[in-house]
């Protein structure tokens, strides 16, 4: 059996994701780990970080970004793909720039592909999440993050990513441009895994954070679009008083040591008060997802009432 990791990135450094350590929390357990280097700005020292890591099964595949060719999203998913074809394991893990897997997970995730590579259908793996917010001792449980997602795929090459890359597909015949069709898709057959993604994504420097905003909504709807947005001061980030969420206690994987370490921006953040009614909601701050969450944790039999699955569940 043979294990391929893969991601996709772009200016890692100057966004502040933790690259390196999303790579390096699966090296133990894959024979090789492909990333789809995008083409970073000048300023930008993404390559020297993850050339850095004393490993010999880095496959580092340059890219150009279009957004016009790939626009909402796509280009994520088209990324994706990229660093998937140059995939060459029976079993493919996925990992954004942002989400680490904690070392004590690793011996699940390599039993499950030893246990599942003969059961050809199961077509993909899902994983559980935990959504950091702000520092790394808060995370969100609200009805409008995602509890789990498909994270590990097998090697096919009508699986591709889906939509804005949160996800992936069967997509036979896949024109290799529309990533966000639905007909013609197939949701894959996954089963389930007591192992979890730690995503990083939204604990940053509130300054930075702006930037991953902004940088997410060119990517989603365009520069016009984006400098329409930042002329109305869309892009100021509050992350809003922690204290509403809940509190992590348990340990972060090792690999993310030295990049805790750099947690500087508390005294810019709020643990106590009401949330800012001066600024836009944030989704789980909606009547909506308060709702669903009040109902989801209240109410017998509906912990995932409302939850998207891009997924086929088998019972094994």
Partial sequence: MKISGFSMVKNADKLYYPIRAAIESILPIVDEFVLAL??????????????????????????????????????????????????SGDWLIYLQADEVIHEKYLPVIEQACET???????????????????????????????????????????????????????????????????????????????????????????????NKTKALATIHKGEDKVKEMEARRKFVFDYGPLNLLDEFKGTHPKVMNNWISRFDWNEQLRYSGKPNTGRKKHKHETFKNKAFSWIKNHVPGMREAGDFKNYILLKR
Wanted: net charge negative.
């Fill in 38 to 87: 995008g083409d970073c700005d000048e300023d930008d020292k993404t390559r020297q970080i993850v050339e850095s890591i004393p490993t010999d099964k880095l496959k580092i595949v340059d890219t150009v970004w279009d957004l016009e060719k790939y626009p909402q999203g796509m280009e994520n998913a088209h990324q994706t793909d990229i660093a998937k074809s140059h995939c």
């Fill in 116 to 210: 599942y590579l003969d059961d050809k259908e199961v077509e993909g793996m899902l994983l559980q999440y935990v959504h950091f917010w702000g520092d790394y001792y808060h995370y969100h449980t609200a009805h409008s993050w995602y509890k789990k997602e498909i994270r590990i795929i097998r090697n096919r090459a009508d699986i591709h990513s889906w939509e804005s890359a949160q996800s992936f597909r069967r997509i036979p015949d896949f024109d290799g441009l529309n990533y966000r069709q639905q007909e013609g898709t197939f949701k894959l057959k996954v089963v389930e895994l007591d192992a979890y993604v730690y995503h990083y994504g939204w604990v940053r420097p509130p300054k930075l954070m702006k």
